[in-house]
């Protein structure tokens, strides 16, 4: 993989996230209209005086956003574990809200929750900014720790939310730092990029549908590649949705899909021998050290039900289209960069 990934927007901050050349359109409507709070181990992102999600991680296993309001203000993801609510799901209960983790990290699993699993740990935090008090995304570092509290490895981010027509977006990079020594993600379904809806959205518990780039529905969806993924459903009576791009620049795409009609939608590059059940398909990926590799997602958060060929649009939009991937591009770990070593804060 290209140590800077070219994904390409035509407005300047998007641009710089993504370290690239513009050439893309975004969708209809788009607008720079978020703010950051930091408050006590945690960043508050509002729309006017509104909250709208949180990002957090002080006393957690690894950071998570919750909540998540849609552009109506209804909650797309679930409460659990981190409010108690009647009648929700308790199963699961490491898969909080909008997360990053994985489960076979050099052996050791960073996607369950317990004293014998990792922890990813943030060590700094900043905000990029647009002009004098005006931010456009947060800015971390974080460690992924062993179980006896050593460091493994390293993680920076970026993370901006932004509007369009099509209801909010939210753009993830994160660069995966072999710091400390080889790393191997072995090839597992539990990870990597994910997200778990509201229990009123889910296939199982309520109204709820999968659909992917590829036609893919419901339980069919699970494990099989696709550009993006839709999960559709209603709160309070409501239509509401997320849709997860993934991007023609990330290790493996399109990338598997860990799609549950109960409620669990993760992108996961690094499961093909699980999903397939074919030994062949192995797709773990080694970081030698002092190298890494870059990944992008793109999360849309809308109000109402948007139709495939729509999503197909918007994914070209936002996204870009695999005929325009660079022939240099190798969808492996290069040595770092100045863009890609972690920041120092």
């Given at each position: 993989?290209?140590?800077?990934?070219?994904?390409?927007f035509?407005?300047s901050?998007?641009?710089?996230?993504m370290s690239a050349?513009?050439?893309?359109?975004l969708p209809?409507?788009f607008a720079?209209?978020?703010t950051?709070k930091q408050t006590d181990?945690?960043?508050d992102?509002l729309?006017?005086?509104?909250v709208?999600?949180?990002y957090?991680y002080?006393?957690?296993?690894?950071?998570?956003?919750?909540?998540?309001?849609?552009?109506?203000?209804?909650?797309?993801?679930?409460?659990?574990?981190?409010?108690?609510?009647?009648?929700?799901q308790?199963?699961h209960?490491?898969?909080?809200?909008?997360?990053?983790a994985?489960?076979?990290v050099?052996?050791?699993?960073?996607?369950?929750?317990?004293?014998?699993?990792?922890?990813?740990v943030?060590?700094?935090?900043?905000?990029?900014?647009i002009?004098?008090?005006q931010?456009w995304?947060?800015?971390?570092?974080?460690?992924?720790?062993?179980?006896?509290?050593?460091?493994?490895?390293?993680?920076?981010?970026k993370?901006?939310f932004?509007?369009?027509?099509?209801g909010?977006l939210?753009v993830?990079?994160?660069?995966?730092?072999?710091?400390?020594?080889?790393i191997?993600?072995?090839?597992?379904?539990e990870?990597?990029?994910?997200?778990?809806?509201?229990?009123?959205?889910t296939?199982?518990?309520?109204?709820?549908h999968?659909?992917?780039s590829?036609?893919?529905?419901?339980?069919d969806?699970?494990g099989?590649?696709?550009k993006?993924v839709?999960y559709?459903?209603?709160?309070?009576g409501?239509?509401?949705?997320i849709t997860?791009?993934?991007s023609?620049?990330?290790?493996g795409?399109?990338?598997?899909w860990h799609?549950r009609?109960?409620?669990l939608?993760?992108a996961?590059p690094f499961?093909?021998?699980?999903?397939?059940?074919?030994?062949?398909?192995?797709?773990?990926?080694?970081i030698?050290?002092?190298?890494?590799?870059?990944f992008?997602y793109?999360?849309?958060i809308?109000?109402?039900?948007?139709?495939?060929?729509?999503?197909?649009?918007?994914?070209?939009?936002v996204?870009?289209s695999?005929?325009e991937k660079p022939?240099?591009?190798?969808?492996?770990?290069q040595e770092?960069?100045?863009d890609n070593?972690?920041?120092?804060?």
């Open positions: 993989m290209n140590s800077v990934i070219r994904l390409v035509v407005v901050v998007f641009a710089t996230l050349t513009c050439v893309h359109a209809p409507g720079q209209d978020f950051y181990g945690a960043v992102i729309k006017g005086s509104t709208v999600a949180r957090v002080k006393d957690t296993s690894r950071p998570y956003i919750y909540p998540l309001l849609s552009p109506a203000g209804l909650a797309v993801t679930r409460d659990f574990p981190m409010k108690t609510v009647e009648g929700d308790t199963d209960p490491h898969q909080k809200s909008m997360w990053t994985f489960g076979d050099n052996g050791i699993d960073f996607w369950a929750e317990s004293d014998k699993c990792g922890k990813i943030q060590k700094s935090i900043d905000f990029d900014p002009s004098v008090g931010y995304s947060i800015h971390t570092s974080n460690d992924w720790l062993l179980p006896d509290g050593s460091k493994l490895m390293q993680d920076v981010r993370i901006a932004q509007s369009c027509d099509y909010t939210i993830t990079r994160l660069v995966l730092n072999a710091s400390e020594c080889n191997k993600f072995g090839d597992s379904k990870g990597f990029f994910g997200i778990r809806v509201a229990p009123s959205m296939v199982t518990k309520g109204k709820g999968i659909l992917n590829e036609g893919d529905k419901d339980n969806a699970w099989k590649r696709a993006w839709d559709t459903g209603e709160v309070n409501k239509k509401v949705g997860m791009f993934d023609p620049y990330n290790y795409y399109p990338t598997y799609a009609d109960y409620g939608v993760a996961n499961g093909g021998k699980e999903f397939s059940g074919d030994a062949k398909n192995d797709s773990s990926m080694t030698e050290y002092t190298n890494s590799i870059r992008v793109v999360t849309l809308h109000d109402g039900e948007i139709d495939a060929k729509t999503l197909d649009e918007l994914a070209e939009q996204v870009g695999p005929k022939a240099e591009s190798k969808d492996k770990p770092n960069s100045e070593s972690p920041e120092k804060k």
